[in-house]
T-cell receptor, first 112, second 108 residues
Framework: DAGVIQSPRHEVTEMGQEVTLRCKPI?????LFWYRQTMMRGLELLIY????????DSGMPEDRFSAKMPNASFSTLKIQPSEPRDSAVYFC??????????FGPGTRLLVL | KNEVEQSPQNLTAQEGEFITINCSYS?????LHWLQQHPGGGIVSLFM???GKKKHGRLIATINIQEKHSSLHITASHPRDSAVYIC??????????FGTGTRLKVLA
């Protein structure tokens, strides 16, 4: 298996632009997680899905952030409009039931 | 008080040294995880523990449920072990609660 796949790996954009991050979980996994990592706050859970249904989005910073999972093999995290404080590394992870989570390589986002 | 605390925050060791990183927590858990993150790199799950001890190569992880404490040991440390090691808790909600990480540097 290729593991969790994220794209793009790096994104540089200007404040106010829309940013879309993509994730393909490991086939057969029924949970998908979106995390954000910054130097100041470490790893934070933004949202997670179970069987494509959002279960807990309490970590989503504000309405500028939205996440979807239209099918079992694809999820997006969208930021619109983006702000400099959104600059971070965004990780997607997937797992099967209560087993170990597998993390993607991350998307390094810089908002100028 | 944070639900999970790691110590030390930073650790520098000489190659070959035995290393211990500690994790203490204050909530009920279903499992405790040790994660490794190399500089600029992704996150790798090293261990998932609910009791006892696990070993993988030079890495050993232990957990004491009664004392709410876990340790990660690295034997015969090597510069390639230099990374951030993160303790994470999971409970029935399937969410992780992350520690702040221990930054390890192993000098040749």
């Amino acid at each position: 298996d290729a593991g969790v796949i994220q794209s793009p790996r790096h994104e540089v954009t200007e404040m106010g632009q829309e940013v879309t991050l993509r994730c393909k979980p490991i086939s057969g996994h029924d949970y998908l997680f979106w995390y954000r990592q910054t130097m100041m706050r470490g790893l934070e859970l933004l949202i997670y899905f179970n069987n494509n249904v959002p279960i807990d989005d309490s970590g989503m910073p504000e309405d500028r952030f939205s996440a979807k999972m239209p099918n079992a093999s694809f999820s997006t995290l969208k930021i619109q409009p983006s702000e400099p404080r959104d600059s971070a590394v965004y990780f997607c992870a997937s797992r099967y039931r209560q087993e170990t989570q597998y993390f993607g390589p991350g998307t390094r986002l810089l908002v100028l | 008080k944070n639900e999970v605390e790691q110590s030390p925050q930073n650790l520098t060791a000489q190659e070959g040294e035995f290393i211990t990183i500690n994790c203490s927590y204050s909530v009920g858990i279903s499992a405790l995880h040790w994660l490794q993150q190399h500089p600029g790199g992704g996150i790798v799950s090293l261990f998932m523990l609910s009791s006892g001890k696990k070993k993988h190569g030079r890495l050993i992880a232990t957990i004491n449920i009664q004392e709410k404490h876990s340790s990660l040991h690295i034997t015969a440390s090597h510069p390639r072990d230099s990374a951030v090691y993160i303790c994470a808790l999971s409970s029935g909600t399937y969410k992780y609660i992350f520690g702040t990480g221990t930054r390890l540097k192993v000098l040749a």
